[in-house]
């Protein structure tokens, strides 16, 4: 099935460690994006990507590295430097930008 | 720089109930809106995008109308159902970022 991946669903990180978040894609999308949404609260741009090797910094993203050296592939690293990084990651895709966007099912990151 | 406005932010329904939920938006330079909605601890599904040059679109059930020079949209939910209790959030395509809302959370019970 056509369809965002992301990996892995639940991961507790001490503090201190880095920690990096897998998005598949393989809707053959050019644009790639990373949202934070913390509890009651719209959704946060962090990178985004709108094609191989170049990607932009959205509101928030310090703490945070990306890295798209694939066209299906745009992971996320949640460095030490990220103050605050509990929170829910949601990576999104759409064919260009401004098209419909696709999200994945999100991934939980608890620091302990 | 562009906000995204929800009102309400929670909703109470029965089963069977027409109603709206509202976005405003205080830059009228965008290039679309969507709305998404959001089941618990899940990612956000594509329900409908209005193009700036459009004015409404229609899914079944729902309609999302475009209003930019008042810089609001709204969305209306024909015979609701318990099915669609979930978060649901507007967003606008601001310059190439889309910018998004707080969201309002309904409940439909039966």
């Known amino acids: 099935d056509g369809g965002i991946t992301q990996s892995p669903k639940y991961l507790f990180r001490k503090e201190g460690q880095n920690v990096t978040l897998s998005c598949e894609q393989n809707?053959?999308?050019?644009?790639m994006y990373w949202y934070r949404q913390d509890p009651g609260q719209g959704l946060r741009l962090i990178y985004y990507s709108q094609i191989v090797n170049d990607f932009q910094k959205g509101d928030i993203a310090e703490g945070y590295s990306v890295s798209r050296e694939k066209k299906e592939s745009f992971p996320l690293t949640v460095t030490s430097a990220q103050k605050n990084p509990t929170a829910f990651y949601l990576c999104?895709?759409?064919?260009?930008?401004?098209?419909?966007?696709?999200f994945g099912e999100g991934s939980w990151l608890t620091v302990v | 720089k562009q906000e995204v406005t929800q009102i309400p932010a929670a909703l109470s329904v029965p089963e069977g109930e027409n109603l709206v939920l509202n976005c405003s938006f205080t830059?009228?330079?965008?290039?679309?809106l969507q709305w998404f909605r959001q089941d618990p601890g899940k990612g956000l599904t594509s329900l409908l995008l209005?193009?700036?040059?459009?004015r409404e679109q229609t899914s079944g059930r729902l309609n999302a109308s475009l209003d930019k020079s008042s810089g609001r949209s709204t969305l209306y939910i024909a015979a609701s159902q318990p099915g669609d209790s979930a978060t649901y959030l507007c967003?606008?395509?601001?310059?190439?970022?889309?910018?998004f809302g707080t969201g309002t959370r309904l409940q439909v019970f039966p």
């Open positions: 830059d009228s330079a965008i290039y679309n």
């Open positions: 999104a895709s759409s064919l260009i930008s401004g098209n419909t966007i696709y």
């Open positions: 209005i193009q700036s040059s459009q």
């Open positions: 809707l053959n999308h050019d644009a």
């Open positions: 967003a606008v395509l601001d310059t190439d970022k889309l910018i």
